[in-house]
């Protein structure tokens, strides 16, 4: 039943029965399973316990859905923060505990279970690493933190004897359990059964370490190094993109973006290298918790079939940012973390024309100082017109979703992107640049069709083009009521695209 993927690299489907070590040209072998039964996730975080970004929603809600197939067994191992709330804290179990050794290192871990919708979660305790102030990441051992987290998880699963058919690991935090794997824990036939899914959210952060981490800090075995090293460094998602059965990425147009210098952040030949393996899968969103009917934070719910409501959080968002209360203005919302690739230079050469219209923009979001204070700056000069919220806050982001009328990201790069998706959901019609995921997902408005504007070429130029595009239909409200409902009744649930995951565990 092997139903082609979308945006994929042709599969050569030859499968080569298992054998112990790599061949001398660096070719692994490679391995099928049937239909797979037990599939583990490993991510450095995953929603509702932690999140800094759109990884935490994907490991939060694909899953999930996956789980709701009976035939499946789905667990997910994440770390153990010691900011994931007590509130889920308190009801996680006690499983055991040993000893993992970290390249000379050899340190505690502990695990925890939580059974939440169906899925598994393992918890990797180590206090050491794990109970930090703040982020979860940003510290001078990730390296080492996440390279004993790579490694707990695999002992974890040998001493609870719960080999998966599938091990699918995300970014490059988890990169090296499919090094480790393929390379030294290959000798064990629970363990060479195994078929690996790398998934790649993200190209620019790679995991790159100092050569001289290899043994040291990794104790990575000299059979590997021709896979891990890369220009002079240790970089963990090249060396699991060359060892792992397949490599996923979160959208088709990403797939194939990523062959190419511009968007691989150096990793264009390794990419092209491993074509037959490359996979694209378009991310959903959780349609329940992304869902204005019962959404808790926005001041009315309303459906795709009466959106009436979205008025409401229209004229309460506009007071509450001190913007004057006018149903008739359009409001264009940016809700970003606030750095290069999602484009925000294009909105900083255009944001004064833009303000030149009649409109109001919002924009949400925090990151490097320099569009900060660009922000602060064009709030203060534009006030009445322009509110800016230098913060990350899921509640306003809400708000903003559901009470603005078009939703701006014009990303240089966006691998997938969900925010599209979210404000889509909420009604609010997204302006986007037509790479990647907001390539696949937002297809520009013509007659009765699309779903969106979008422009093409990274120029401020065609982006206010297409803005302007917009606010003309703006002001054509039937016009514009049938685009609202068509957003809102676009699909962006997790159904087709889990089982576009199921297909590949099965066939790639
Ligand atoms: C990363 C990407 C984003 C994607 C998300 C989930 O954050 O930058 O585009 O949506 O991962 O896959």
């Known amino acids: 039943m092997a139903k082609k993927i979308e945006g994929t690299a042709k599969s050569t489907s030859v499968s080569v029965k298992k054998t112990k070590t790599a061949t001398k040209d660096n070719k692994l072998p490679k391995i099928t399973v049937e239909k797979p039964k037990k599939i583990i996730f490993l991510g450095s975080e995953a929603a509702p316990f932690i999140a800094t970004g759109g990884l935490a929603d994907v490991l939060g809600s694909l899953p999930k859905e996956l789980a709701k197939n009976k035939n499946l067994d789905i667990s997910v191992i994440l770390p153990l923060y010691s900011n994931i709330a007590n509130d889920f804290r308190k009801d996680f179990k006690f499983l055991t505990s040993f000893y993992v050794s970290v390249g000379w290192r050899y340190q505690y871990a502990g695990v925890f279970l939580y059974e939440y919708k169906k899925v598994k979660f393992y918890f990797i305790d180590n206090e050491y690493y794990f109970k930090r102030e703040g982020n979860i990441y940003g510290f001078y051992d990730d390296g080492e933190r996440f390279a004993f987290f790579s490694r707990a998880a695999l002992d974890t699963i040998a001493r609870l004897d719960i080999y998966p058919d599938v091990l699918h690991c995300n970014d490059w935090q988890t990169a090296a359990s499919i090094i480790f794997l393929k ?207 230098i913060a990350y806050n899921q509640d306003l982001s809400r708000k903003i979703y559901s009470g603005a009328d078009l939703f701006l990201m014009p990303s240089k790069a966006e691998p997938c992107g969900l925010s599209q998706m979210i404000a889509s959901r909420y009604g609010t019609v997204p302006i986007v640049r037509e790479t990647g995921g907001l390539n696949d997902s937002i297809k520009a408005v013509y007659g009765d069709s699309g779903n969106g504007f979008t422009f093409h070429d990274y120029n401020s130029d065609d982006m206010l083009y297409v803005i302007r595009q917009a606010l003309g239909l703006y002001r054509q409200k039937d016009k514009w009521d049938e685009l609202v409902e068509r957003v809102m009744k676009t699909d962006f649930s997790w159904k087709k695209q889990a089982e576009l995951y199921e297909e590949m565990y099965e066939n790639k």
Do not use: W
């Open 183 to 389: 390379g030294m824990y290959y000798g064990d036939e629970n363990f060479r059964k195994i078929k690996t899914v790398f998934t790649i959210h993200n190209i620019e952060y790679q995991g790159k370490f100092g050569i001289e981490t290899f043994g040291d800090l990794f104790g990575f075995s000299e059979s590997v190094r021709s896979f891990v090293e890369f220009d002079g460094l240790v970089n963990l998602m090249k060396g699991a993109i060359e060892m792992t059965d397949i490599v996923s990425t979160v959208s088709p147009t990403y797939a194939n973006e990523i062959k190419y210098p511009f968007f691989a952040h150096g990793l264009d030949a390794i990419i092209r290298r491993n074509e037959r393996k490359l996979v694209g899968i378009l991310n959903g969103i959780d349609i329940d918790y992304y869902n204005p009917k019962t959404d808790k934070s926005i001041f009315k719910n309303y459906s795709a079939t009466d959106f009436s409501g979205k008025e409401v959080c229209k004229a309460e968002l506009q007071k509450m940012l001190g913007l004057p209360e006018r149903k008739d203005v359009p409001v264009i919302a940016v809700i970003s973390r606030l750095v290069s690739h999602k484009g925000l230079d294009l909105i900083k050469d255009t944001a004064e024309r833009i303000l030149s219209e009649d409109v109001q923009l919002i924009v949400l979001g925090k990151g490097e100082i320099g569009y900060e204070n660009y922000f602060r700056y064009i709030a203060d000069a534009y006030q009445g017109k322009c509110s800016a919220i």
